[in-house]
């Protein structure tokens, strides 16, 4: 398949998990792949992995959290692209686990606002910005179960991406008129490097509550936000994708 052939598509967290699930998918169809992330050699690693197999990618050290940044490797990848077909904003970080909001330091609740929310905010403001320009453009953002439901002993992430489903909604609504969508995944517990640090009681607790009793893996992600960013998806804006294994309830 090459659904994305002649498509420039930007992910967030591209060097590690979902980011780099997504972006190997959609390089495996054809298009080339811009990695945002913060840990330069971890994304010096993940884009030489790409070339060595054969798919086209790029990677821009890029912390979501600081508006330069974006700005700065948007407009890279404008000038040399010309446009932007697809975003993918991946991402994100947990935060504290089994701590109660009277527990939890607001500036630990400020790192996980900047990278979750701040930054997903900047990223879809760039992005649209050039997709406007050619009427076209496809935007997916990472929210969470948790976003929905809210996990207990983690404020900042439930509320966060809480926040993210709201921006899903609202910009979707914004653009529904022209050729550019935005929708949201809402995975459960997806077995990644960043549940490594989760408290391991917080950790069962989420996986007891989905009702397939396992993990969704990194290529169940890619696969669904593969078919969400491709132009077959054109009939859908401002909507979340269930991605919990009978977890979620609406």
């Given amino acids: ?3 994305f052939e002649d498509q420039v598509a930007v992910i967030t967290g591209g060097a590690d998990g979902l980011g780099k699930a997504i972006a190997s998918r959609i390089a495996s169809e054809g298009g080339h792949v811009i990695l945002f992330d913060r840990n330069a050699a971890l994304l010096e690693n993940t884009v030489r992995e ?40 991946a991402a994100g970080i947990v935060g504290p686990t089994s701590t109660k909001i009277t527990d939890y330091a607001v500036e630990d609740y400020d790192q996980i606002y900047g990278i979750n929310l701040r930054g997903t905010f900047l990223m879809t403001k760039y992005a649209v910005q050039i997709m406007e320009k050619h009427n076209y453009g496809r935007i997916v953002l990472i929210a969470s179960i948790a976003g929905k439901e809210g996990n207990p002993g983690m ?27 935005v929708n949201g995944v809402a995975p459960a517990v997806i077995r990644t490097a960043m549940n490594e640090n989760t408290d391991p009681a917080q950790l069962a607790y989420m996986t007891a509550k989905i009702p397939m009793n396992r993990l969704g893996t990194v290529e169940e992600v890619a696969s669904l936000t593969s078919w969400i960013v491709s132009k077959e998806a054109s009939f859908t804006t401002g909507f979340i994708f269930d991605l919990s294994g009978g977890r979620a309830t609406y």
Avoid: C, P, W
């Avoid at 070339?51 to 821009?60: I, R, V």
């Avoid at 509320?159 to 921006?167: E, H, M, Q, R, W």
């Avoid at 609504?173 to 550019?180: L, M, N, S, V």
């Fill in 50 to 89: 790409f070339e060595k197999t054969g798919l086209a990618a790029t990677g821009y050290v890029v912390n979501v959290s600081r508006e330069e940044d974006i700005k700065t490797a948007m407009q890279k990848v404008e000038a040399m692209h010309g446009k932007l077909d697809i975003m993918v904003n």
């Fill in 1 to 3: 398949m090459k659904r």
């Fill in 155 to 181: 404020v900042g992430y439930s509320s966060t991406k809480a926040g993210v489903i709201g921006l899903v909604k609202g910009v979707g609504k914004e653009y529904a008129q022209t050729g550019i969508t």
